[in-house]
């Protein structure tokens, strides 16, 4: 059977992989390989919707998340991408109902702007400017940065990593990693087409997979899947809602995007969709009703659904696993990878070529987890 040699093997070709394969690549470390049960992009990766945030309320996520942003900007010409993907800068709006609300939202405003991040208060009169179809009546105040926004064409940006990984000379091998063991001088992954491959040095980005991955290894990952399911309507050739609106307290989110379709979710919903699609469209449509009524009449027939792969406290796993010198993971991202994907990458390159330990390393650690240094995320959408 085949026996392939590399100086580092990254598990997972989804956006985070090939983020931190890309980054590599940038500092000359040697053979690269990226590995894959599926192909480029084919997990998580594959349905998510492009979405490109910058508020958050942890300090360190707001700062990766705008370290993100500023390569998105120009990521196109960075990875010579030979079609546009497309950012959108058409922020994203997060609503409050209550006061208690709102005051929560001058809180993390307060977060955001000492990691850099332009977002404001609005008052309900200026939502009602920049949203026409938004019920101003409805709300007390909203937290908006015009800078969010989202990729008209995502996988135009997960093909551009992959082209550029490529032209880099990464090499790509699609089976399945169904063991990894330390030798004392690397790592032997055993594929499931029974041929195995030899790494000085290996990285696991394969969302809620990484945990079986690594079992044996340092300490167990609490990593679990959490269904998500987003509602798509038919394309709708007239502009209906600009920006994104968020509603944390009704658990909502709305979107019109740029191929025409609107996008709504019920960011609570859980459960078989068979059994319970009715009662998530009911929650759909009273938020609707009471925030955006211009979407009064859309209908939303499509479902689709993906897997956040969670942590306890809604922030990811990075960095080196605990006693292993040579063994990585960036797994955990709860719904974040492409808004991350390009600040995870450099923080793990850098570690592993030994450059200065970026302070994501020390909060998003492995063993955060034993030592109760939790600091819970609460705005994920």
Known sequence: ?????????????????????????????????????????????????????????????????????????????????????????????????????????????????????PSQILAPDDVASLVPGLDASAIVGAAFCAQDGYFDRPQALVAAFSDSNRRAGVDFVFANVVALESDGSGWQLSLSDGSSCFAEQVVVAAGKESALLLQGYGEELPITGEPRFLFYSNPIKERLLEPLVVSQERGFA?????????????????????????????????????????????????????????????QPILGKVSGCETLWVAAGLNGRGLMMAPTIGRVLADAIVGRDADEALLRFSPNRFSRGLLEPERNVV
Request: charged share 25%; aromatic share 6%; hydrophobic share 40%.
């Open 254 to 314: 709305a979107k019109h995007l740029a191929d025409g379709s609107v996008l709504a979710s019920d960011l609570r919903a859980s459960g078989d969709p068979s059994v319970e699609a009715k009662s998530w469209r009911r929650t759909i449509r009273d938020a609707i009703k009471a925030l955006v009524p211009i979407l009064e009449y859309v209908s939303f027939p499509v479902i689709v659904r993906g897997d956040y792969d969670v942590t306890p406290d809604k």
């Open 1 to 117: 059977m085949e026996r392939r040699t590399t100086t580092i093997a990254v598990v997972g070709a989804g956006i985070t992989g090939l983020s931190v394969a890309w980054h590599l690549s940038q500092l000359s470390v040697g053979h690269i390989t990226l590995l894959d049960r599926s192909g480029v992009g084919s997990g998580a990766t594959a349905i998510q919707p492009g979405g490109v945030r910058q508020q958050w309320s942890t300090d360190i996520a707001c700062r990766m998340a705008r370290e993100s942003y500023l390569f998105y900007r120009d990521a196109a010409s960075r990875l010579e991408a030979r079609i546009d993907p497309g950012l959108t800068t058409c922020g994203y709006l997060f609503v409050a109902e209550a006061a208690e609300q709102f005051d929560d939202l001058r809180r993390l405003i307060d977060i955001q702007h000492s990691a850099g991040v």
